[in-house]
Structures are given as structure tokens and as C-alpha cells.
């Protein structure tokens, strides 16, 4: 059973399901260095299969919360960020299926729920954005000025998107780091830092192309685009997969969640998610 599924499972009884007893008996320290030493590989060598393939093996037979732990210690240690990140990667293995078992099993205003729906949505504009950036050029005439203006309009779009990862931020991630997984949110914070500029970047090309008769930055808004389109979709699996699953099994206090919801309530959500 794939980490994700246990924890799909999980969410449908929080505290009766007992650890496996063989799970109980494995060495915390041999699997810390186990892991320490898949990092080091993903960091000096991100396209080893080998070292992928240990990771998902890894990943299937250790349960989030021992998993949490060793992130911890590692993170303690000095673990590379850049092998935290390709470890995330290793979970996109989970089918879709999976997704929306977990999905279904939240209430329709928990707090994960609404974050995994307006993910629909930013999937949603992330393929218009796809299909807009994917010819060689914006056109000529009419067609150059739709193609910009829907560009820039749909960056300005995904720019707004912002309370989305505020409550992420200030809400989710503080929770689950409290709980020692400490990992995971780190990664996400930084894709956040990333396809922020990306987003931007979108936009603010657009924009300048539409003052400007020039499609010499064609290019440069195609190849934006692009990056943002596939390190999106890529940050929201993980995050529905991944990150929320491991969230709702380890945060068990239902007033906890009450008081999570009060402050995403105060940031506020994207349209037609009120």
C-alpha cells in the first residue's frame, strides 16, 4: 500500500487503526541513513533512476509519521533542500484515483477541501495558459492583440490566486511543522517563491508586448509559461497527494481545525470558492 493510500485510508478513522507490528520493529537510525544516503544521490544526480527508484520503495513502506521524524533529524542535520524536493517528486506515482478518494472522504468545507478545489481551478486557467504559450509565435493583427491581452489577463488571474498559498502559509504549513514534517512544507514554500516570479513574469511580458510592435520576447513569455505551467501542475500533485493527506493524518484535534478554519476564513479564497 503507497504512503498516500494509507493515509486516505487514515482519514477514515483517525485514531483506530494500530501500527504494523513489523513497521514498529525496524531500526529508526538504519532508515535515517538510508534516506540520507537516497538524498545525497537525488542532490549529485537528479535523473538517477536508481536512486528514484529506491525513494518510491522508500517512501511505500514508511509511514508519514516515522517519515516525518527522519525529515526532521535530517533537516536538523543539514539535509539539502534540493534532495528534500526530489523526494517529493518520488511520490508522483499516486494515481488519480487515489486523489479523489481522499478528497471525498473531507467534508466539503474543511479547510484541505477547499484548497484541493480551487486547485481545480488553478489546473483549469494553467490550461489555457498551456494552450495559448504553445505556438511559435503570437500571430499578427487582431489575433497577436487577443493573444496578449488573454496572456496578460490570465497572468494578472494567477498573480490573484495569492490567498490560496497565504493560507497555506500562515495556516497549514506552521500546523504541520509543529508536528515534525518539516520537509515537505519547505519544499513547497520555495516552488511558491518560484512560480510567484513565474506568474509575474507572465503578465508583465504580455503587458510590455502589447505597448510594443516587436515579438522579440515571444520567446521569453512561451518559455515562462511553460516552466510555470509544468512546475504548477507538478507543486499541486504534490500538495494534494502528498502534503494534505499527511496534514489531515497527523492534525487529529477537531478544534485545532476550527481555529485553522477561522484564520483561512480571515485571508480569504479565490472566486467562487467563498
Known amino acids: 500500500m503507497t504512503a498516500v493510500k494509507d493515509l486516505a485510508a487514515e482519514k477514515s478513522d483517525k485514531r483506530g487503526v494500530a501500527p ?59 539535509a539539502a533542500h534540493e534532495g528534500m524536493r526530489h523526494l517529493c517528486s518520488a511520490h508522483m506515482q499516486v494515481s488519480g484515483a487515489e486523489r ?84 515537505p512544507p519547505a519544499v513547497m514554500r520555495a516552488e511558491h517563491v518560484e512560480f510567484r516570479q513565474l506568474k509575474k513574469g507572465v503578465r508583465d511580458i504580455a503587458a510590455e508586448m502589447l505597448e510594443s510592435s516587436s515579438d522579440d520576447r515571444w520567446r521569453e513569455l512561451a518559455r515562462t509559461g511553460k516552466h510555470l505551467v509544468a512546475l504548477l501542475r507538478d507543486h499541486i500533485f504534490k ?15 477537531d478544534n485545532q481545525w476550527r481555529e485553522m478554519t477561522t484564520r483561512a476564513d480571515a485571508i480569504g479564497y479565490l472566486p467562487g470558492h467563498e
Not at 26 to 50: G, H, V, W, Y
Not at 51 to 62: D, M, P, V
Not at 66 to 75: N, T
Not at 239 to 253: K, R, S
Open 20 to 78: 504494523n507490528p513489523k513497521q514498529r520493529q525496524s531500526n529508526p537510525m538504519d532508515k535515517t541513513q538510508q534516506l540520507a544516503s537516497i538524498l545525497d544521490r537525488l542532490t549529485n544526480d537528479s535523473t538517477s533512476e536508481e536512486a528514484k527508484r529506491e525513494a518510491r520503495e522508500f517512501l511505500k513502506h514508511t509511514e508519514p509519521q516515522e517519515l516525518a521524524s527522519i525529515e526532521a533529524e535530517l533537516a536538523a542535520g543539514g
Open 239 to 253: 500538495e494534494d497527494n502528498i502534503l494534505y493527506p499527511m496534514a489531515v493524518q497527523i492534525l487529529t484535534d
Open 100 to 183: 479523489k478518494a481522499f478528497r471525498d472522504s473531507l467534508e466539503d468545507r474543511h479547510m484541505v477541501a477547499i484548497l484541493m478545489d480551487e486547485h481545480l481551478t488553478i489546473l483549469s486557467n494553467l490550461d489555457r495558459l498551456e494552450g495559448l504559450v504553445m505556438p511559435a509565435d503570437p500571430g499578427s493583427g487582431d489575433e497577436r492583440t487577443s493573444t496578449l491581452e488573454a496572456l496578460n489577463k490570465l497572468g494578472q488571474t494567477l498573480v490573484d490566486a495569492e490567498p490560496h498559498h497565504a493560507r497555506e502559509e500562515e495556516v497549514l504549513f506552521p500546523a504541520v511543522e509543529e508536528r515534525g514534517m518539516a520537509g
